[in-house]
């Protein structure tokens, strides 16, 4: 015969445990990471179209200013550098990766995470920081694909091993 008190002092031991857990869960995690945020760096690195047609200014200030710093510095036509593109990298921190762009004019390029910043010029050409990161998680979804689905998977495996259930 087996006994056993499912009270709450099980449930108090198990909320104990609970955050060790889910770290395990965490660094189970951590290859598949490094593998989708290189798939990220390539949607992120990926170059917007050129200017075709009437460029559509922010504002009649940023034409003068455009004209008259030579391109903001960089050369009227403006070629080039592939500097954003080729700028991001990623750094293993504890619990995964940190994706950055220091190209200084990045947010003025691409946008923020909330959807704004972009200058109107580079609308339509650049798909907004935004909109890369959504498409980049409805691909990766744990419920579409594969990649998102073993995420799942290795996070349940590896609670699952810390309170001794083997997998």
Do not use: C
């Not at 449930?11 to 593998?35: S, T, Y």
């Not at 047609?53 to 504002?59: E, L, Q, V």
Request: net charge negative; aromatic share 12%.
């Amino acid at each position: 015969m087996i006994d056993f008190d499912f009270d709450s002092s099980f449930l108090e031991q198990f909320a104990e445990r609970l955050p060790d857990a889910l770290n395990e869960g965490r660094k189970a995690v951590i290859p598949e990471m490094d593998d989708l945020s290189d798939k990220l760096l390539e949607m992120l690195s990926i170059e917007g179209g050129a200017v075709s047609g009437k460029i559509n200014w922010d504002s009649p200030l940023q034409e003068i200013l455009y004209f008259n710093t030579g391109g903001f510095g960089h050369g009227i036509p403006y070629i080039r550098s592939g500097e954003l593109a080729g700028g991001w990298t990623k750094e293993s921190v504890e619990d995964g990766f940190v994706i950055r762009n220091t190209t200084e004019y990045a947010s003025y390029v691409l946008g923020n995470l909330e959807g704004e910043g972009q200058s109107r010029i580079h609308q339509g050409r650049w798909t907004p920081l935004a909109e890369i990161i959504q498409n980049f998680l409805d691909r990766y979804s744990p419920t579409k694909t594969y990649e998102g689905a073993r995420i799942i998977d290795l996070i349940i495996n590896g609670i699952k091993r810390f309170f001794g259930y083997v997998s």
